[in-house]
């Protein structure tokens, strides 16, 4: 049964369940009809008394039996419609049963290919592509469409790794010319034959410098923030939050916070990452004289960080794009020195979903976001 094709494997189980079903209406007509006949009207003792009614009238006893032929006609044609419709009833809801436990079987396969495909896309970022159908069977349809499957996950798990792999070498290559231009720099600018036009030529390098520095961190954060949580550690988001938040440099905008339980289990360096992306975007994307507000709670089970500031108004249709690598909103296009990277939300989402968690971000009315981090 194995060998066959799945066409072949459900034509010949279709087959052998009509069969079935119609050998069982057979057997029961034979039977309804047999039962009918054994109920024969015509015994001896009633011939004799109908011939004694009619007086010896052979005539008269002809139509009398004629009659009683076709009321034992009539009996055996109701009961075979009114048995026979009962015991139809009953054949089709067993072989009903039958035919969905059997399509259940054969689409047993279809079935685990779906539930592959449903964790894979539940895992964003990649994470999920390692995983396998591998279907054992006959090279049927179904196993050929297993098989193909397989072959494009393979396929995108090396291009995802490839990625990674390129981001974080890449990285990790530009790191030691940028720390020895830093040296380089710092060096000239402290001789003392340096001229006043040198000493500002290399702090203006310096600065240009670090931002690089904080290019290729952000790079290498959001590569190791796409892999699955290797260490899983108890962290409590309200104490986080509030660390991160008593680092906060004085002059920002005012700042609010209802730090109440939100423990999770995670990897502490990046969950702290997450949370200073967080409310350092709240702050450099903000007004004169504005605010930031901090939550931290735990609703149905799953922790929940709130961050919510005032700042200009951003369309509800760039949400979306404010979670993509290097992507800038209007005027952050072309900022100064104090701009950001553009990579900030972007290490946010990874590092959430690599915590099997979410975060979204919704327009305030008066202007700013409301970003929902839930892990």
């Known amino acids: 049964m194995n060998r066959l094709t799945i066409r072949a494997r459900l034509t010949l189980l279709y087959v052998v369940l009509f ?12 039977f309804l009809v047999r039962w009918q006949m054994d109920a024969d009207p015509f015994d001896s003792k009633m011939i004799v008394t109908d011939l004694l009614k009619t007086g010896g009238d052979f005539k008269a006893l002809r139509e009398l039996l004629q009659a009683k032929t076709e009321e034992s006609n009539q009996a055996t044609l109701t009961t075979i419609l009114t048995q026979g419709g009962i015991a139809l009833a009953l054949v089709l809801t067993a ?56 072959a494009m996950l393979s396929r995108l798990d090396h291009s995802f790794d490839g990625q990674r792999r390129f981001v974080a070498n890449a990285s990790h290559e530009l790191r030691t010319p940028l720390a020895l231009n830093r040296a380089l720099v710092e060096l000239a600018i402290t001789r003392p034959e340096a001229s006043a ?56 905008p005012a700042v609010t916070s209802l730090l109440d339980p939100a423990p999770v289990t995670g990897d502490p360096v990046l969950l702290e990452r ?22 931290t709670a735990t609703v149905d089970g799953r922790a929940r960080l709130v961050v ?22 209007g005027r952050e296009r ?23 968690g979410a975060v979204t971000a919704t327009p305030r009315p008066g202007g700013g976001l409301t970003l929902t981090t839930t892990l």
């Open 19 to 30: 069969t079935v079903a119609g050998l069982a209406l057979l057997a029961i007509t034979y």
């Open 95 to 150: 072989a009903t049963g039958v035919a969905w436990v059997l399509a259940g079987r054969a689409l047993q396969p279809l079935h685990r290919i779906t539930a592959t495909a449903g964790r894979i896309a539940a895992s964003a970022g990649g994470r999920g592509l390692h995983e396998r159908i591998a279907l054992n069977g006959p090279k049927d349809e179904v196993k050929q469409l297993a098989d193909t499957f397989d």
């Open 197 to 252: 036009d040198a000493q500002q030529l290399g702090e203006a390098l310096l600065k240009v410098n670090e931002r690089h520095e904080r290019l290729i961190d952000g790079l290498l954060m959001l590569a190791d923030s796409e892999h699955e949580v290797a260490e899983q550690t108890p962290v409590d988001l309200a104490d986080v939050a509030e660390y991160v938040l008593e680092a906060l440099p004085a002059g920002g």
């Open 274 to 295: 997450l949370v200073q992306n967080l409310v350092e975007n709240a702050v450099r994307h903000n007004v004169p004289d504005g605010w930031l507000r901090v939550e």
């Open 308 to 329: 919510v500031n005032s700042g200009p108004v951003v369309p509800a249709y760039e949400m979306e794009a404010i979670f993509q690598p290097f992507r800038r909103l």
């Open 334 to 356: 072309v900022g100064g020195p104090s701009r950001g990277l553009g990579l900030g939300l972007s290490i946010v989402r990874a590092i959430a979903q690599a915590h099997h």
